[in-house]
């Protein structure tokens, strides 16, 4: 799972040499799509108007914006790929060109969905100074019990003030209701199946159209893939039934395995000493910060959703143990807030959860037994879902065996703290038709780091194929290459 947050933008470095490309503005294609002259560089963008509620067709549209990367050899183009990054809540509209061959071959389609980005949203707050609340009630965990009931108090008050100013669409943002907006889009680009790249939450959205609409299945490549089961059902929070926090100690032993001749710190120590208080750290800028126990397995987790920055990770951790070390500097602007409170919306209606929030503290403790840190860390971020009374008539929770066309699942082996292997494994058995493809490596995310796996990518979408059964991959590159 994608925490509700803004991710990073997306990789638009490998297509900014596409000359750009736009309709008339205004102009409506016949199967609905309302060009607009806006857009990046080398993208075609619009909007089209879907539904509010697909059981109540009265109630009205909302807009989903949307832009298409046209393939770069139109003559020999094979079809539409529509794209979804995860979330929820992060912008999907401008989608990557996933691979050299994919890029030639096919349009890209990318999306915001409803409640995300430029496509209709959600307003929670009504003045500035209740943004304060926000930063305190997300993206962290208590270590007492004070700081417990603190926070409840705090996400109470975000949810309050979300039922009371964000209006009817909170209520029609699930994944179901999602997946029939996908469903659509498919329709107005003319395509008869579905072929589809989604990576963390897109590839629950993905296994929801999967089993809505099985026969139209063409090509869906799940990667870092959510169990859906546990997603949708189960007892205690959403966020501790997927058991991200599991993966925790397989990544960083991982990491520890590949930096172990190049870092002399006591990772256990350095969260010890961060139990007892904050360290104030000197980043490569020579800007000062104190870093808490929270803050600092908020960075440890994000570093290790990717191997490759592993060299920042042991630099933080060495400032930590070291004063005289510098920690990386962070980057990344503000969060776009309605577009977090919308994927917020989107966790609450989609899963089970408990409606008493004072139950979160005990399954935060058993998580921290497993994965230290993480798990208190993954558990706190559905708090919001205790008090948070949203619910779509649209919603789908299974079955989820219906079968379909072959369907490709990516998922690194070694660990992966946003969604954990073995959820993969179980996915593979609980779709109808599903094939996994592991890559021997930790991290968020399989495609663009193996060669074997963008080749895999490139036989699936253009032919169909599949791997056999244990197919593994191997990373280009080790975490500190």
Not at 80 to 108: C, E, K, M, V, W
Not at 239 to 259: H, I, K, M, N, T
Request: glycine share 10%; net charge negative.
């Amino acid at each position: 799972m994608n925490s509700p947050k803004v991710r990073a933008a997306l990789a638009l470095g490998a297509v900014a040499s596409v000359v750009a490309l736009s309709a008339p503005a205004g102009a409506a294609s016949p199967a609905g799509i309302v060009w607009e002259d806006s857009c990046s560089a080398g993208y075609q963008c619009g909007h089209l108007d879907v539904p509010l509620s697909y059981q109540d067709p009265s109630a009205g549209t909302v807009s989903v914006a949307v832009s298409r990367l046209p393939a770069t050899d139109q003559a020999h183009k094979l079809g539409t790929i529509f794209y979804n990054p995860g979330g929820p809540g992060s912008s999907g509209r401008y989608a990557p060109a996933l691979t050299p061959f994919l890029h030639q071959r096919f349009d890209i389609v990318g999306f915001d969905p409803r409640g995300v980005g430029a496509s209709s949203k959600i307003h929670c707050f009504t003045d500035p100074s209740q943004l304060e609340v926000l930063q305190r009630a997300l993206g962290t965990f208590p270590l007492t019990r004070d700081a417990e009931q603190r926070q409840i108090a705090d996400t109470k008050t975000v949810t309050d003030l979300c039922e009371q100013n964000a209006g009817p669409l909170a209520n029609h943002l699930s994944t179901g209701t999602i997946a029939r907006d996908l469903d659509r889009l498919r329709a107005a680009f003319s395509e008869p199946k579905l072929r589809y790249y989604g990576k963390s939450y897109g590839t629950y959205l993905g296994e929801t159209y999967a089993n809505l609409f099985p026969g139209r299945v063409g090509s869906l490549a799940l990667d870092a893939v959510d169990d859906p089961v546990r997603w949708s059902t189960g007892s205690g929070p959403m966020s501790y039934r997927l058991r991200g926090y599991e993966d925790g100690p397989r990544a960083v032993q991982s990491f520890l395995d590949a930096c172990a001749a190049r870092c002399a710190f006591d990772y256990d120590a350095i969260l010890d000493r961060l139990e007892a208080g904050p360290i104030t750290v000197t980043d490569t800028a020579g800007k000062q910060t104190s870093v808490t126990y929270q803050s600092a397995i908020a960075r440890i987790h994000n570093y290790l959703t990717d191997a490759q920055s592993a060299p920042q990770l042991a630099a933080f951790l060495q400032a930590l143990a070291d004063p005289a070390s510098r920690a990386p500097a962070e980057n990344g602007g503000p969060p776009d807030v309605d577009s977090l409170l919308g994927g917020g919306a989107t966790l609450c209606s989609d899963a089970a959860n408990p409606r008493d929030p004072a139950v979160w503290w005990d399954y935060a403790q058993r998580a921290d037994r497993i994965g230290r840190g993480f798990g208190p860390y993954d558990v706190y971020k559905t708090l919001p879902c205790a008090t948070w009374d949203v619910s779509d008539p649209g919603r789908y929770a299974g079955p989820w065996n219906r079968p379909t066309a072959p369907i490709l699942l990516l998922a690194n082996r070694q660990g992966d703290l946003e969604t954990p292997y073995a959820g993969a494994q179980r996915t593979e058995k609980l779709l109808a038709n599903a094939h996994l493809l592991s890559l021997d490596t930790y991290g968020h995310g399989s495609r663009g780091k193996s060669a074997c796996v963008d080749a895999w990518l490139d036989r699936y979408y253009g032919t169909g194929s599949v791997p056999g059964n244990g197919a593994l991959c191997a990373p280009d590159h080790g975490p500190f290459d």
